[in-house]
């Protein structure tokens, strides 16, 4: 595995993708750090102060973000060695209010639109630079509110059906997309950062920032003995 590695964070320049980009900047890696709006992008590339971090804009409703940005990659790189997939919406405002038989459809395909078919996309168009490096790696930012059986034992969780769903979507993929690729050095795990002080975490979560990211760099950073096809929470399985 080559020291430094070429990553791709998504929603990078803000919360968990922010915190990600900006720890795999200091560790020595070159980093793209992917945002919907350019703007925002260089800020908060910018705000990290280093030579090799890289605004890209990647907006997963527009599929037609996705070419420059891979063509970018291959011009400088060649490969891709990690792929983050972080960014991703909640459109249901009460988290706590059942939303199964009230969300509208629009909020429904909304969710889906830009966590699942917006993330599988972007991940498809990578994949022909990620199988050029020796060690790739694609991190999937998941969330236990998607586990079917933590949902069916009837969990405190969050109720917000289109979020939710999206990431059980997110969770299968995690697990079909390692299977395809188990015969190559690719290894395709999910994330479950925890409940996080970000925007969509809000103030009333336990846990900062950084802790939050640990879990998202440690997948992004496997060795080559690193697990496959899991989803976890701190190196620990989280229940589908």
Known sequence: MTSQRTILVTGGNRGLGLETARQLAAAGHFVYLGCRNPDKAAAAAASISASHVVPLQIDLDHPETFEPAARL??????????????????????????????????????????????TVGLTNRLLPLLLRSDAPRIVIVSSNVGSLQMRSQGEPLMKTFAYNSSK??????TVHLANAYAHTPLKVNAAHP???????????????????????????????????????????????
């Open 73 to 118: 990659i291959h011009e400088r790189h060649g490969r891709l060695d990690v792929l983050v997939n972080n960014a991703g919406v909640m459109l249901e405002e009460d988290i706590m209010a059942d939303s199964t038989s009230t969300v509208p459809a629009s909020v429904l395909y909304r969710s889906f639109h830009t966590n699942f078919f917006g």
């Open 168 to 173: 059980t979507a997110l969770n299968s993929y």
């Open 194 to 240: 925890g409940w996080v002080k970000t925007d969509m975490g809000t103030s009333y979560a336990p846990m900062e920032i950084p802790e939050g990211a640990e879990t998202i760099l440690w997948l992004a950073t496997l060795p080559e003995d690193g697990p496959n096809g899991g989803f976890f929470h701190k190196k620990t399985p989280v229940a589908w």
